[in-house]
């Protein structure tokens, strides 16, 4: 009977352990999936901004990431007033979300002011060492990392282009914002690359939008060849104003991203900034799985576009070589 006692009582535990397995595998298989919460902070209007968040959407859904079943997005649009910035940005802690998605200097500074904690990740940005946001490109440090947008060879491209172009031209200059923290050793990049082309180089000023058309008027009075237009928030929520007044100086300006040449501005060589949007969402994977933000290094874009339009030429009286014709992605006749 003492075996036969004992083998039952074994038989039991066994049973009640299969039986506690079996019950903890069920309880896990129905634990909800985790729900990742994005917060996607611009600086402009949502019809603007369309095809960097599609691009944003198809990076997260070739990673396994689709709305409503394990991430949810939450969007706030500044609608090109700067001022509500740093309002929507608090929003976006209040909201809890997991990860804040920002392109450009300005919106970077302005959502790393509203936490510290929640990783940031930059879809595209200038100098972020000089804004105080990393500490390098390798290890940034702290809540921020993602894809970089500006670099020396960037601005070097864009001075080539303008010579290339202009190969008469001797004066170059750049339409600035004081107020943009990354301008400072971006444009001592831009200032040496000209000086390497053998153009002297020079600064105009506009921190407001009622600035911007006396800063480039001022620019061809003192001689300018050709405009080149520093990337900046302000800039990017006043192109057609920027485009329209570089025309009516008859200033051959060339500009970082396509949307200045769909208003009338005369070229532009930039990064491909739906492609900045997807890459970010590969930074975004990795601190989902665990890794920190500040030990991601930083990379730097690797897409550039060419942009013309022929009717602006013809109204500035410039004349774009075949060989520059040819290199384009986008015509505008």
Same mark, same amino acid.
């Given at each position: 009977m003492g075996k036969t006692s004992a083998a039952n009582n074994i038989i039991t535990v066994a049973a009640v352990a299969v039986l506690l397995l079996a019950w903890g595998m069920s309880a896990e298989a129905q634990q909800p999936a985790k729900v990742w919460k994005i917060? &996607? /902070? &611009?600086?402009?209007? +949502?019809a603007l901004n369309a095809s960097r968040d599609e691009a944003l959407r198809q990076g997260l859904r070739d990673l396994g990431y689709h709305e409503g079943k394990n991430i949810v997005m939450e969007y706030r649009y500044a609608e090109g007033k700067t001022d509500r910035l740093a309002q929507l940005a608090r929003e976006l802690v209040e909201q809890k979300v997991d990860v804040i998605v920002v392109g450009g200097t300005n919106v970077a500074v302005t959502a790393k002011q509203a936490t510290s904690t929640i990783p940031i990740v930059v879809a595209g940005a200038g100098d972020l060492v000089e804004a105080g946001l990393i500490k390098s490109f390798m290890f940034p440090g702290g809540n921020v990392t993602g894809v970089a947008r500006m670099s020396a060879d960037f601005f070097g491209a864009r001075l080539k282009l303008i010579k290339e172009t202009l190969p008469?031209?001797? +004066?170059?200059t750049a339409l600035a914002n004081p107020k943009n923290p990354g301008h400072g050793r971006s444009i001592k990049d831009a200032e040496l690359g000209a000086r390497s082309l053998g153009l002297t180089f020079q600064t105009v000023n506009a921190q407001s939008a009622n600035e911007i058309d006396g800063a480039i008027a001022n620019a061809a009075k003192g001689g300018a060849n050709a405009l080149f237009l520093m990337?900046?928030? /302000?800039?990017?929520? +006043?192109?057609?104003r920027i485009a329209q007044a570089a025309i009516k100086n008859k200033l051959p300006a060339v500009y970082d991203r396509a949307d200045f040449v769909e208003a009338g501005g005369l070229m532009s060589y930039g990064v491909n900034l739906p492609d900045l949007s997807r890459r970010a969402a590969e930074y975004i994977d990795q601190i989902f799985k665990g890794a920190k933000p500040g030990e991601l290094t930083l990379v730097q874009p690797t897409k550039f576009d060419l942009a013309i339009n022929l009717k602006t030429a013809g109204q500035i009286g410039v004349t774009i070589p075949p060989e520059v014709l040819n290199r384009a992605v986008k015509v505008i006749k």
């Open positions: 917060g &996607v /902070l &611009v600086s402009g209007t +949502q008469k031209a001797t +004066q170059v990337t900046d928030t /302000l800039f990017n929520n +006043q192109i057609a």
